[in-house]
């Protein structure tokens, strides 16, 4: 698989989602579109989205609710491409979503695999690999959130995990979930006390070889603002995609406002 191959996966599913042509993507301009919950969407979608960008860094695509159309046409139209993502924007565009009880929730950063790029792993970490029924082993160990759901039953759930151990002692977990049937997302989490020894990395490009060994592509979300979580997979052989903004509903966003908080 290469990177133009995966980049290709990785646009076909982004436009499945927000129900537009991988060719939205490529092109200078912004488009507008009517959201609609297509088969083959991400398994986190589960009803049609209210708004949603997508930027690859050329074509900008909104994806929309009827009711709101005329106003993000007009708004692309004052403000193109990554503009759409500054603060001042997001302000303007929050105040017109709470009209409709709805409000910015996600704002993030894709990495995708990089398959020319050599990643240097700390050898003395034992690797051991998870799947199916047997990661439900590793839920009685509550540390690693980022990494795991904690659910390998749902539709959307845990299907791989890499673990890995020093000296006997499990430091760091790499997971990944069956977001759609072409793409898994990885999430790792390393314990405080082994961070800075090349844990990360080394668990990350472990996960990404056996998901692309299994046929699929691997990708990595992360907000803007974790610097570490950007750095390990840089680090780790990743390169920035895309990017993506979502609105939701308030009180979604409010519990999981409060979801955070509680979790911290």
């Not at 009711?67 to 603060?87: L, N, Q, V, W």
């Not at 050898?123 to 199916?132: A, F, S």
Request: glycine content about 6%; hydrophobic content about 40%.
């Amino acid at each position: 698989m290469t990177n133009k191959d995966i980049l290709k996966i990785a646009m076909t599913q982004s436009a499945i989602d927000m129900n537009c042509s991988v060719k939205d993507f490529t092109r200078q301009g912004s488009k507008v579109v009517i959201s609609s919950l297509k088969e083959g969407a991400k398994k986190c979608y589960t009803q049609k989205i209210f708004c949603g960008f997508v930027f690859y860094g050329d074509g900008l695509v909104a994806t929309v609710d009827a009711a709101i159309k005329p106003y993000i046409e007009a708004f692309m139209t004052r403000h193109s491409g990554f503009r759409c993502f500054d603060t001042p924007q997001l302000i303007v565009l929050n105040k017109e979503f709470e009209k409709y009880g709805k409000s910015v929730c996600h704002i993030a950063e894709f990495f995708l695999p990089d398959m020319e790029k050599q990643v240097r792993i700390n050898e003395d970490i034992t690797i051991k690999i998870m799947e199916g029924d047997e990661i439900s082993d590793l839920y009685a160990d509550d540390r690693f959130h980022m990494a795991l759901s904690y659910d390998n039953v749902s539709n959307k759930r845990d299907v791989l995990a890499v673990c890995g151990y020093i000296n006997g002692e499990l430091v760091g977990i790499a997971g990944a979930s069956n977001d759609s049937e072409t793409m898994w997302q990885i999430g790792i989490d390393v314990v405080s006390s082994h961070r800075k020894k090349g844990v990360a990395v080394t668990l990350i490009k472990n996960i990404t070889d056996e998901i692309i060994r299994i046929g699929k592509v691997p990708y990595y979300c992360t907000a803007w603002s974790n610097i570490a979580s950007k750095r390990s997979a840089i680090n780790s052989g990743y390169k920035t995609a895309w990017v993506e903004m979502t609105a939701k509903d308030t009180l979604e966003t409010m519990k999981m406002i409060g979801e955070e908080q509680n979790y911290e």
